[in-house]
């Protein structure tokens, strides 16, 4: 089974403007895909930091002396390069998308299409899963996650079933709690409301808007003057985070301080072609932005 088809892997590279030396860093190192392509457009004296949380990702590396691997969340990723004395890079990618691995991986709980433990770690050293979330967090709060990172309009609905349910036994799988999410609507559940209550709970397990916001914050510092950082976010909760910090460097409503500008190259979001969407459907969703340090 292949690891992860790239989205906009092409586009994406290419907003690097790789010139072939320097140091480039990919922050979502996965398959490799995005790593792989940087690396062949990289010059021998090139260098590339590929960072990853998930140890499986460390299986997928290219055996080239010009990577190094950092299993580490990228909301480090400046401490470790100025510690190497790495800064500034000429260009930064994140493809903040969940890998096909973790999605076709049954134990790992990610997916609501395999009857597996409610996990849904990226790093599985991390202490809280999904199944703490269900089973410990108070209705409102569990409410918030809901409406906040699912955005769902039935929220409410959920998170008193989830708290009434978990009052007989705890809810310890993905079957277990699909039945619960079912029994709330009166007809047919889509893929597309499991779809968005898989993700708040995954955003909430890995904080994963808290990183990518702390992450954001340290791309002008690590950037050289002329680098490029390209992201590629996959639901309107980082693309908005993502938009408003290349335009405004603004996150959560609030100017970053010493926020050097970052000017967005395209003007409107790129999406995937028909082309690639067809070969790969889970690059639908897919949206890139591009700017550059000034």
């Known amino acids: 089974m292949k690891y992860h088809t790239p989205a906009l892997l092409q586009t994406s590279v290419d907003g690097l403007h790789i010139q072939g030396d320097g140091v480039f860093v990919d922050l979502t190192f996965g398959g490799g895909g995005h790593s792989r392509e940087i690396l062949n457009r990289l010059s021998e004296k090139g260098k590339l930091v590929a960072f990853d949380t998930d140890k499986d990702a460390a299986k997928n590396l290219p055996n080239d002396k010009r990577i190094i691997f950092v299993q580490s969340n990228f909301r480090y990723f400046i401490q470790f390069l100025e510690y190497h004395n790495l800064l500034p890079v000429q260009g930064i990618l994140a493809d903040l998308g969940l890998s096909s691995h973790h999605i076709d991986m049954p134990d790992r709980g990610f997916s609501y299409r395999f009857d597996a433990p409610l996990d849904m770690r990226m790093n599985q050293n991390a202490k ?159 949206k890139l932005r591009i700017a550059e340090k000034q």
């Open 128 to 286: 809280k899963t999904a199944f703490d979330i269900i089973n410990t967090y108070h209705k409102d709060k569990l409410l918030n996650i809901l409406e906040n990172f699912g955005e769902l309009s039935k929220a409410g609905k959920i998170a008193d079933a989830i708290a009434n349910q978990r009052e007989a036994k705890p809810i310890e799988t993905t079957f277990e709690l699909n039945d619960i999410i079912k029994s709330t609507f009166d007809g047919h559940v889509s893929n597309k409301v499991l779809s968005k209550i898989y993700q708040a709970l995954r955003i909430e397990v890995n904080h994963e808007l808290d990183a990518l916001k702390e992450m954001l914050q340290s791309v002008p510092n690590a950037l050289s003057s002329g680098g490029r950082v390209c992201i590629i976010t996959y639901h309107s909760l980082e693309d908005r985070i993502v938009k408003n910090f290349f335009k405004q460097g603004e996150i959560d409503g609030q100017l970053i301080d010493d926020y050097n500008q970052l000017k967005p190259i395209n003007k409107k979001v790129i999406i995937p072609e028909y082309k690639e969407i067809k070969e790969n459907k889970r690059a639908r969703s897919a």
